[in-house]
C-alpha cells in the first residue's frame, strides 16, 4: 500500500508555543488530506479536510485560526497548532487519498504534549 | 444525522473466533471500511466492501449487508497480537469517511 510520513512523532512544547506537523505522501499524490485528533481511548475525530491548493474545510468545532492547515502540493500538508495549550495535546494522525477515491492512507501520527 | 454503532469492547481466547459487528446509518453509501489501530499507533486498512457479500483475507473476513446497514468483522485463529481497536468507517457520498467509536478486542490466553 502506499505510505504516508508524518514528522515529528512526537513532539513536547510549551505553553504559548507554536508547533507544526508534517505530512507527506511518499509515493502517491495525495489530491485531499485530512486531519484527524484522537485523545486517549476515544476514536478518531476529523479536524478537517484540504484539498491540495485550496483552503482547507475546518469540522464544527475546530477552530480555524488555531490550527493552521497548508496542503501546498500533491505530497505535503502541514499543521501547525498555534499558541498550544495543554488541552491541545493529543495523537495528531493525517492521512492522504488520490484521484482514485478508494482508500485513505494514514500516517503514523505525532503525539503533542503542552506542559 | 450520521450514525455508527459498534460494541465498545469485547474479549476473546487466543486461537477462537470473534465477530465484531457494525451498524450505520449514513447520508449515502460509497463503501465500508474496517481499520485495526494498536494503542499509539494509527491505523491499518484491513478490509474493504461495497457489494454485498463477505470478502475473506486470509484470518480476517468482512462482510456487508447494504440493505440492513450492517457489517462485520470476523477474525479467527486469535492471536495475541490481535488484541487491538477495530474501527468501522462509512464513505458517504461526499466520500467523506465516517467513524465509528471503536471496538476495544482483549485476547486472553
Known amino acids: 500500500g502506499a505510505v504516508v510520513s508524518q514528522h515529528p512523532s512526537w513532539v513536547i512544547c510549551k505553553s504559548g508555543t507554536s508547533v507544526k506537523i508534517e505530512c507527506r505522501s511518499l509515493?502517491?499524490?495525495?489530491?485531499?488530506m485530512f486531519w484527524y485528533r484522537q485523545f486517549p481511548k476515544q476514536s478518531l475525530m476529523l479536524m478537517a479536510t484540504?484539498?491540495?491548493?485550496?483552503?482547507?474545510?475546518?469540522e464544527q468545532g475546530v477552530e480555524k485560526d488555531k490550527f493552521l492547515i497548508n496542503h501546498a502540493s500533491l505530497t505535503l500538508s502541514t499543521l501547525t497548532v498555534t499558541s498550544a495549550h495543554p488541552e491541545d495535546s493529543s495523537f495528531y494522525i493525517c492521512?492522504?487519498?488520490?484521484?482514485?477515491?478508494?482508500?485513505?492512507?494514514f500516517g503514523p501520527g505525532t503525539r503533542l504534549t503542552v506542559t | 444525522g450520521q450514525n455508527i454503532d459498534q460494541p465498545t469492547e469485547m474479549t476473546a481466547t487466543e486461537g477462537a473466533i470473534v465477530q465484531i459487528n457494525c451498524t450505520y446509518q449514513?447520508?449515502?453509501?460509497?463503501?465500508l471500511f474496517w481499520y485495526q489501530q494498536h494503542a499509539g499507533e494509527a491505523p491499518t486498512f484491513l478490509s474493504y466492501?461495497?457489494l454485498d457479500g463477505l470478502e475473506e483475507k486470509g484470518r480476517f473476513s468482512s462482510f456487508l449487508s447494504r440493505s440492513k446497514g450492517y457489517s462485520y468483522l470476523l477474525l479467527k485463529e486469535l492471536q495475541m497480537k490481535d488484541s487491538a481497536s477495530y474501527l468501522c468507517?462509512?464513505?458517504?457520498?461526499?466520500?467523506?469517511?465516517?467513524w465509528g467509536a471503536g471496538t476495544k478486542l482483549i485476547i486472553k490466553p
Open positions: 492521512s492522504g487519498r488520490d484521484r482514485e477515491p478508494y482508500e485513505q492512507y
Open positions: 509515493d502517491f499524490q495525495a489530491t485531499t
Open positions: 484540504s484539498n491540495e491548493g485550496s483552503k482547507a474545510t475546518y
Open positions: 449514513t447520508s449515502g453509501f460509497n463503501g
Open positions: 466492501n461495497v
Open positions: 468507517a462509512v464513505r458517504d457520498s461526499n466520500y467523506q469517511l465516517i
